[in-house]
Each structure stands twice: as C-alpha cells, then as structure tokens.
Nanobody, 123 residues
Framework: QVPLVASGGGSVQARGSLRLSCAVFGYTHMRYCMGWFRHAPGNEREGVATIDSRGSTIYADSVKGRFTISKDNAKNTLYLQMNSLKPEDTAMYYC?????????????????WGQGTQVTVSS
C-alpha cells in the first residue's frame, strides 16, 4: 500500500493558477514513478504528468508549458503547479504512484491512487 492524500484543488478563473499537493505515506523515499492524472465527466481518464526516480518528467501535450510536476523528498510530497488554467482543465485530479517502477512508462496508469481533488476553471 502507498497511501496518497491529494489536496489543493479549488475553483479559479481562466488564466489563473493552482498548486496541487500529494502527501505520501509509506515508501517515503519516493524513488519511483509518480504522476498526476485527471478525469472529467464524459471523458476518459488521462495522464497529465509523471516524474520518475531521477526526476525526469513527461507531460501531456495539452499541459506542456503550463503545468510543472515536481517532488520534495524531504517533505514526502508530490506537486503539480498549474498556470494559465483553461476551462478544459476542469476535472478531478488524482495523484498516483508505483513503488515498483523506478522509471515511468509515459503517462500510463500507476498502481496506487489518492482520493482526488477537484479543479474547476471558469471562463
């Protein structure tokens, strides 16, 4: 088990910013693949960004240049800084991890999931 607790969602106007956080309990060395995913009503779940044990990152084309994934090993926390938000970014955002994968396979789904935090962007 890798308990993950996501927070930081909210309502914001277009072009605004939010920072999501994901606290990690257990496997706190964080030397494995972690990521953010989102699910909007009527859409399939999609990968937003992943970061591996070395800090290498992968982003969905739709968020490149606007979102930044990072992690603070000392605080056992994964982050997603979201800038220049658009209404189409509205979704439930989930953090995920897999302690058995030191590298990420693109934006593929991972084995352990947090509870989600809602992001709503109004025009």
């Amino acid at each position: 088990q890798v308990p993950l607790v996501a927070s930081g969602g909210g309502s914001v106007q277009a072009r605004g910013s939010l920072r999501l956080s994901c606290a990690v309990f257990g496997y706190t060395h964080m030397r494995y693949c972690m990521g953010w995913f989102r699910h909007a009503p009527g859409n399939e779940r999609e990968g937003v960004a992943t970061i591996d044990s070395r800090g290498s990152t992968i982003y969905a084309d739709s968020v490149k240049g606007r979102f930044t994934i990072s992690k603070d090993n000392a605080k056992n926390t994964l982050y997603l800084q979201m800038n220049s938000l658009k209404p189409e970014d509205t979704a439930m955002y989930y953090c995920a991890a897999d302690p058995y994968l030191p590298s990420c396979s693109g934006l593929s789904a991972l084995g352990y999931w947090g509870q989600g935090t809602q992001v709503t962007v109004s025009s």
